[in-house]
């Protein structure tokens, strides 16, 4: 299979996973998910483990050659309605061989049912978990799309409270902005993602607030002073790309350090594809990343 055919079929695999109407049950989007996933083999030598952590169920992934001094925590993608930690168990395997680390994935609580800042509070109780019984120069905060979003919130979170910090973070193509308002929110060359979707996957998480005003839910429009070293990796082409690059603009105005990586012409969250070229491309930077950040 070439790199093209490679990158079709990963679309191909998300729309067959979309309802075709917008406004299907949330069910269908859910079961579509995690039908998708499965057709993504489980590789025989992770071990995986069902933990809770304070009430919040996950799931721990190890790949061979994780070492135990070290600790990655990732949030799943699914705009807050979808997605699960039991889908993203290979993708944790991948992240763990990458970063050479144990992979905590929260199932947080998802909207309707749990709306906002229900998310927000169990990413919370898992940090506060690790970060109290894990040093957190070896720990890392990630997460990708809706996941990513929750990082960075979890991020300012746990600064505004006084916790102690990460050695780094992680955001796979982040949904840092609820109010879809970025440049690229309808771009032309996104199969799959609009500012519509954008928009109103927000308002099932967080009703009628303003995303503006509410940075735990939408953290583009937070305070990004004080965070640790975060890498942005996001598609050139993609509606979410500029919720990267304003972000990665806002934090850099901070003073902080961030460093973002566009790939071109890739779907949304592309790494969860292990057949792609570009995701070995994306899971070498997050190991370097990874490694360098673990090594301060």
Not at 96 to 111: C, E, F, G, Q, W
Not at 267 to 278: G, S
Request: some cysteine; proline content about 8%.
């Amino acid at each position: 299979m070439t790199e093209a055919e490679a990158r079709a079929w990963a679309i191909a695999m998300f729309r067959e996973a979309t309802p075709e109407a917008v406004d299907a049950p949330i069910e269908e989007y859910r079961q579509g998910f995690e039908d998708m996933a499965d057709k993504i083999p489980l590789p025989a030598d992770l071990v995986i483990e069902q933990i809770e952590i304070e009430g919040v169920p996950c799931y721990k992934v190890i790949a061979p050659g994780a070492r135990a001094d070290r600790l990655v925590v990732h949030f799943h993608s699914g705009g807050y309605v979808m997605g699960s930690a039991r889908a993203y168990r290979e993708f944790g395997g991948r992240l763990s061989a990458a970063t050479k680390a144990p992979v905590i994935l929260p199932d947080y609580r998802l909207a309707p049912e749990h709306p906002y800042p229900a998310p927000v509070e169990d990413g919370l109780k898992v940090y506060q978990w690790c970060v109290s019984n894990h040093p957190p120069e070896k720990f890392l905060l990630s997460g990708d799309s809706a996941g990513g979003g929750l990082c960075i919130a979890t991020l300012m979170n746990a600064r505004d409270r006084g916790l102690p910090l990460p050695c780094g973070a992680l955001g796979i193509a982040p949904l840092t902005d609820l109010a879809g308002e970025g440049n690229s929110a309808n771009i032309d060359t996104d199969p799959l993602i609009q500012q519509d979707l954008i928009v109103g996957m927000g308002k099932v998480y967080i009703g009628d607030l303003d995303p503006k005003k509410e940075p735990l839910a939408s953290p583009l429009w937070g305070s990004h002073h004080g965070l640790p070293p975060i890498m942005l990796i996001a598609s050139s082409t993609e509606a979410l790309r500029d919720d990267s690059v304003r972000l990665a603009v806002s934090i850099g105005e901070a003073k902080g350090k961030v460093r973002l990586s566009l790939h071109d012409d890739l779907v949304h969250i592309w790494t969860f594809f292990p057949f792609l070229e570009a995701t070995r491309e994306a899971m070498d930077e997050i190991a370097n990343f990874a490694e360098a950040r673990f090594a301060n």
